[in-house]
């Protein structure tokens, strides 16, 4: 083990949602290291609504009207004029520059330093095991196939960041521990674990929509519940809350499908939260930067919760729908049992709000990994960190490669086939990935990142009404050949201009109705008393 490791943990920033305000980030966290007493941290994590935007064009395909549609400072990263002070990695959310993030699907380099981890991916820093998730749930969209290509029209504007049941699928593969798991939006019900009374209170509708079942992600909470990393970030909902999940003890124990309506046919035992992280959550109009207190936990052992506690009263469960309680299996797929690596019982939850002043939107933490470390970089002082890729990630990418299918809305993604038949074929796909690449010292993410799209020109102004045009991102093509995978993101330039000939897919009905649907026009602003600092 490296003497980093030795001596402390991984410094870590995590931001919220960044919506395009890079400098504001970066000046922030130095603010923060200097009151910490830290010459800089290791990693930054930002948890979606990155908003790489290059260019004009590119805030076309962003999910929101147009009048809030904004430039940001992303684009000086993108042609080189800034450059991030140290890696960057980010998750997708629901207000993206969706075609750029579609042109590296398997992660990738969006500007040098900053890395998208794509759909879903788990990738390596230093000792950390991160897992990311990308987008937000909507269950009638769960089980289609990727079938947004550009032109987009506008119902594929707002459906390319819903979470599709492959990724999820690929993730439910991990068979091993990992220490950090990244979602946009939060995992279902993960707010009966912490101070809901004071979440509800601060944000009035969370309330109603908690007690329907629909608040936050299923597929987050599903991927949670089975990975059960040591920490699980989030934002979307932009505000500052924290939780503690125990999970069942025994390892074996089995979980459950999910469906497209959100609901689960078990969930995690909610008990009482002795270990509420104390991330001052009632400071909402604190510090115009950022808070830097350390996470740290309470070691009472009182048996009383912390204010708001995790437990779930019978006269709050009482109420909750049927979504909440256990409900049979279906008699065409048996629950799979617990992988026995995955022994964590503890997940600590932390999701920040968005960056403006007097918003609690910046953590700094030092984290230590509750994962196997074979397979990470090796830091020094002078170099720190590196992104590696993960072992057994490559393996599941390998076997569920062919399963994809792009473009066609009336493809139907194949029959999932149970952990059992894929964990037969992930081993055999794990000693192809030892010895073709890790053997040969290929397990280094390599810094490739090439500019694919025009830079931003100011003087051309910040409205282009066209399209952007499709691009083939070298990082993907190299990534697909490194695994021997087909391309399926590739296209011609006579297939892309075909593309742009026949013009949009036709709207549907949904889109009509689009100012009904959460996740849309409405933003998340969260309650009407206080929505601030913009609807976005």
Known sequence: MSTLIEQRGVRVAFEGCGHGTLNAIYASIEKSCAEKGWAKVDLLVIGGDFQAVRNARDL??????????????????????????????????????????????????????????GAANVIRFGPLRIVGMSGIWKGYNYKKPHHERLPYSNDDIKSIYHIRELDVRKLLQIRTQTDIGISHDWPRAIEWHGDHRTLF???????????????????????????RPAWWFAAHMHIKFSAVVTHEQNPAAALHPIHPNGSTEGDVKRVQNDEEIDLDLDMEDGPPVATTDDAHTNPSGSGVPNSGGGVVPE????????????????????????????????????????????????????????????????????????????????????????????????????????????????????????????????????????????????????????LPAEYNNPQTIAFCSLLEIPNKFYATDEEKAQRMKNGPPPESIRSSNFNNHRGGRRGRGGSRSTRRGGRW
């Open 315 to 466: 006269s709050i469960r009482s109420q909750l729908p049927a979504s909440f309680q256990h409900i049979s299996t279906p008699p065409d797929k048996q629950p799979d049992p617990m992988p026995r690596a995955i022994k964590n019982r503890t997940t600590r939850f932390l999701a920040l709000d968005k960056c403006l002043p007097h918003r609690q939107f910046l953590q700094l933490l030092e984290l230590g990994p509750i994962s196997d470390v074979a397979g990470s970089a090796v830091a020094s002082e002078i170099n720190g960190y590196t992104l590696r890729y993960d072992k057994e990630w490559l393996a599941i990418t390998r076997v569920f490669a062919h399963d994809l299918h792009l473009g066609d809305a009336s493809a139907h993604t194949p029959r999932d086939m149970g952990n059992q038949h894929y964990g037969l074929l992930i081993e055999q796909e794990e000693n192809w990935v030892e010895e073709h690449l890790v053997a040969s010292g290929k397990m280094d993410i390599p810094i490739n990142f090439e500019q694919t799209a025009p830079t931003y020109d100011p003087s051309a102004g910040d409205h282009d009404p066209q």
């Open 60 to 117: 076309n395909c962003i999910s929101m009207p147009a009048k809030y549609r904004e430039i940001g400072d992303f684009h000086d990263y993108y042609s080189g004029a800034r450059t991030a002070p140290y890696p960057t990695i980010f998750i997708g959310g629901n207000h993206e520059a969706s075609n750029y993030l579609w042109e590296l699907y398997y992660g990738g380099w969006v500007a040098p330093n900053i890395y998208y981890m």
């Open 201 to 227: 209170r601060k944000k009035d509708m969370f309330e109603s929509e908690s007690k329907a079942g629909t608040l936050g992600s299923a597929a987050a909470k599903y991927v949670m519940e089975r990975l």
